[in-house]
């Protein structure tokens, strides 16, 4: 949800999206809840760990401010899968009212695995999404949320306190930086209230903080005296038919997800204008899409296209060339390929990583270490793929944030090293803590 603005429409419940999410703001609707929470479920939205922190952001602030609703809200609720139900019990708790609080007392004091679920996040402290001074990426999506649910411009000054605060030395707060002015920037384009707040906060900023956010968005508008936020290179139409692709291929309609993914990337060629990196977000969607649909030989043309478009306008050293890298090593694996070239992709992704994040930060265990062990194993070099693994499932014990997991995805990976290697006990040793997890979590 955070990132990537949506249009002001109206969502149509035959066609899930987050849409209502996005422009809540705007048109506040409580009334729409029990709709729109079905079609989010139905989407996958729900369950999705990248949408875990704006999700659950978004639905505690809906519930701070209607607690009259609650009861009829999570009656709904409880219908869901238990893996759908966690985000809306860590919602609860970020809305942090006596009404919230009882619900959740009221859900913990139950049997099994959900009711200890629901005791171990109401004993955590509520994050202050208004107040954070060096926001991890997830944070960050959270302010996101909390913004769409109320309209508080200082959800959205958290994240230009952080896009503008200079040059940090720890490289998990450097990521942090990076991802803000990414989303605020993207945000900027098609959210006209998220620009007039970067607007007046620049007006108000100190030099270091204009220089900060002047390398955060193209400068030529500055230059006519205008906005520099207002660049609209993405359109409207093409984010909504990102999300309605999205939609179409979490209901299995690949027809209609195929079509809908093709018009956006047109849309976004006709309409980039100056701004090239604007089409790499469509083409790495229908990539992605023609990758689940054992299309390969396409899915690579489209993400080589997008990183060669990302290398030369964003630089050979952006996060976003390591995303792309890794989207094409998963390629190459399935394509059963193991030469050279897919060691040297997954190298240079994990050397972006690092420098951007450290070696302790869970995207440099998945997009780095992952990366290349998953690359290693396939050329067969599994005394270098192994210590990569382990590696990576100890960053992750040690730094994943609250919500779903990736550590089960992970241990699976290093499973099938040991099931190759013929150490079948360790395998099934490695199978089932990653079960195990997943069950917590659900």
Not at 324 to 353: F, H, P
Request: glycine share 4%; proline share 7%.
């Amino acid at each position: 949800m955070c990132g990537c603005a949506a249009p002001a429409a109206e969502t149509s419940q035959k066609q899930p999206s987050d849409t209502w999410m996005q422009t809540y703001y705007q048109h506040p609707s409580p009334e729409r809840f029990e709709a729109e929470i079905r079609n989010l479920q139905r989407a996958g939205v729900l369950a999705n760990e990248k949408s875990f922190y704006p999700t659950a952001a978004f639905f505690g602030r809906l519930f701070a401010a209607n607690n009259d609703k609650l009861q009829g809200w999570m009656s709904v609720i409880d219908s869901f899968p238990e893996g759908d139900r966690n985000v809306f019990i860590v919602a609860l708790r970020w809305a942090n009212t006596p009404a919230t609080e009882e619900l959740l007392k009221k859900y913990a004091s139950g049997e099994g695995p959900f009711a200890k679920y629901c005791d171990r996040i109401r004993a955590k402290t509520p994050p202050d999404f208004k107040a954070l001074t060096s926001p991890a990426p997830p944070e960050l999506d959270g302010c996101w949320g909390s913004f769409f649910a109320t309209g508080d411009k200082d959800y959205v000054l958290s994240v230009i306190r952080c896009a503008a605060a200079p040059e940090p030395q720890a490289n998990a707060d450097r990521m942090s930086r990076m991802a803000a002015r990414w989303s605020l920037k993207s945000l900027c384009r098609t959210h006209p209230a998220i620009a007039r707040i970067e607007d007046e906060f620049y007006k108000a900023a100190s030099e270091q903080q204009k220089k900060s956010l002047d390398e955060s968005f193209p400068p030529d508008k500055k230059e006519q005296g205008q906005s520099k936020t207002h660049q609209a290179t993405e359109p409207p139409a093409v984010r909504k038919l990102l999300e309605q692709g999205l939609a179409y291929q979490n209901q299995g309609k690949t027809v209609e997800a195929e079509a809908a993914y093709k018009q956006a990337l047109s849309a976004a060629e006709q309409a980039v204008g100056t701004d090239p990196v604007a089409i790499t977000e469509p083409l790495v969607a229908l990539g992605k899409f023609y990758l689940v649909q054992n299309r390969h030989a396409e899915a690579e043309a489209l993400l080589k296209r997008a990183l060669e478009i990302d290398k030369k306008q964003l630089g050979a050293r952006h996060m976003n060339v390591a995303f792309d890298l890794q989207a094409i090593v998963t390629v190459y694996i399935l394509q059963g390929k193991s030469d050279d070239n897919i060691e040297a992709c997954a190298r240079e992704a994990v050397e972006i990583v690092k420098a951007h994040c450290g070696t302790d930060d869970p995207v440099y265990a998945m997009v780095g270490l992952l990366t290349l062990a998953d690359a290693l194993s396939q050329r067969k070099k599994y005394d270098q793929a192994e210590p990569l693994y382990k590696e990576a499932i100890a960053v992750l014990e040690k730094k994943c944030p609250p919500g779903p997991s990736p550590l089960p995805s992970v241990l699976n990976h290093y499973a099938k090293l040991l099931h190759e290697t013929n150490r079948e006990t360790e395998a099934k040793t490695m199978q089932a803590k990653a079960d195990a997890i997943e069950k917590q979590a659900r």
